[in-house]
């Protein structure tokens, strides 16, 4: 890995926190993550599933999922072995916008991102409802790469990036905090890299 030149990047965000959370170092490169095998996945079967907490579930082919409203945003990585990438843009759709497609019960307060091969991960409702939080379909101008999360992955820049689902499948709304694949094994519930929530007692 090389060290990306942090010169003329802006060092603080707009709320004064510094851009680089502690602990991290910057690189150009971009790891690829993975606990097991990348899934093979067919866009003619490909479905994503809005379950749980909802009035009625509801599922998504891949062309109806490409039919939502989408966005282009810009945003960092940050990964809990120490890596960060600066400046990933990324298109696809909204959280919010997914959402909007059921009636989310009044009792959700979680959400559980699965995926295909089986991946979790969970994040609490009400940090998803910001305008960056997406799933994305391209990255720098290119379909995402089948290694890092294609077709499609969950992009929520405030969190470290295993909340980040690659090959995202679905959404479960949960009525409390049940821990997702990472954070079963020994990773920070909640995960905030500004906050150094990398594992559990940190
Ligand atoms: N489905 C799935 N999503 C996943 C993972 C995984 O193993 N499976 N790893 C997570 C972890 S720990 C990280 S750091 C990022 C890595 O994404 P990348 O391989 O695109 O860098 O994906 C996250 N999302
Ligand atoms: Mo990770």
Same mark, same amino acid.
């Given at each position: 890995m090389t060290t990306q030149q942090?010169?003329?990047?802006?060092?603080? #965000? !707009?709320?004064?926190?510094?851009r680089l959370p502690p602990g991290q170092r910057l690189t150009d490169g971009w790891p690829v993550l993975t606990y097991g095998s990348t899934p093979r996945i067919d866009l003619a079967t490909w479905e994503f599933r809005i379950f749980g907490l909802v009035e009625e579930e509801k599922r998504l082919s891949w062309d109806e999922f490409n039919a939502l409203p989408q966005i282009d945003t810009t945003t960092d990585i940050h990964c809990v072995t120490t890596w960060s990438r600066y400046d990933n843009r990324w298109q696809g759709v909204r959280f919010r916008d997914v959402m909007e497609l059921v009636d989310v #019960? !009044?009792?959700?307060s979680e959400v559980m991102f699965h995926s295909y091969g089986g991946y979790t991960t969970n994040v609490p409702l009400?940090?998803?409802?910001?305008?960056?939080v997406m799933f994305a379909h391209t990255h720098d101008g290119q379909p995402l790469e089948r290694d890092h999360g294609g077709p499609l992955r969950g992009m929520i820049?405030?969190?470290?990036?295993?909340?980040?689902?690659?090959?995202v499948r679905g959404i479960e709304f949960l009525p409390d905090v049940r821990p997702g694949f990472w954070e079963m094994y020994g990773y920070h519930i909640h995960g905030d890299p500004w906050k150094e929530e990398r594992y559990v007692g940190d």
């Open positions: 942090a010169g003329n990047k802006p060092s603080q #965000l !707009p709320d004064g926190r510094d #019960l !009044p009792e959700a009400e940090e998803l409802m910001g305008d960056d820049a405030h969190f470290y990036f295993w909340k980040s689902a690659k090959w």
